[in-house]
């Protein structure tokens, strides 16, 4: 009698190239077209991962986490010991399946890699649902950002942000 393995349902890895539009979500997020672009020619010179989840047999975008290794705030990552989680989202039709969770996972394991001591993570005040996720795996509230960013959209317009956030993070 032979075991069957179980079934990935997803598969995490790195971006690639071609799926820079399939981030845009089917348009909800294309005013993001050139934060992803930029991240992704950060990601090509190490400074940051892009990792998506897909759906196993089909291919389809279903999540995706972000990964950044330095940045100007050492708070969130100081490229030796501490790296930030950004842009973690699973689409609604692959949600409770705990691919948030993987996703989480699989940013850890490439921050481990790289011999770092801690991952950070940014949750919004009103998210609950996703602190509670943090919260579950190990993530402690460390601090509070502002949330206040701007970006220059796919139009050319600047664009601000005020997402008044917890600063999260998790000893690896």
Do not use: C
Not at 45 to 67: K, P
Not at 109 to 131: F, H, P, W, Y
Not at 132 to 142: C, D, K, N, W
């Amino acid at each position: 009698m032979t075991q069957s393995t179980p079934l990935r349902e997803f598969i995490i890895r790195p971006l690639r190239e071609e799926e820079l539009p399939a981030l845009e979500w089917d348009g909800e997020y294309a005013h993001f077209r050139h934060l992803f672009r930029q991240s992704f020619e950060e990601m090509q010179l190490g400074q940051r991962v892009m990792l998506v989840a897909t759906a196993a047999g089909s291919g389809v975008l279903a999540g995706q986490v972000f990964i950044q290794f330095i940045s100007s705030d050492p708070k969130y990552a100081d490229g030796a010991s501490r790296g930030y989680l950004y842009a973690l989202r699973v689409k609604p039709e692959y949600q409770n399946r705990g691919l948030g969770r993987q996703l989480i996972q699989a940013a850890e394991e490439q921050l481990r890699g790289r011999a770092m001591e801690v991952s950070t993570i940014g949750v919004a005040k009103d998210n609950l649902r996703a602190q509670r996720l943090y919260e579950r795996m190990g993530y402690e509230i460390v601090g509070e950002d502002p949330g206040r960013w701007t970006y220059v959209d796919h139009h050319g317009r600047l664009r601000e942000v005020n997402e008044p956030s917890w600063l999260m993070a998790h000893v690896l």
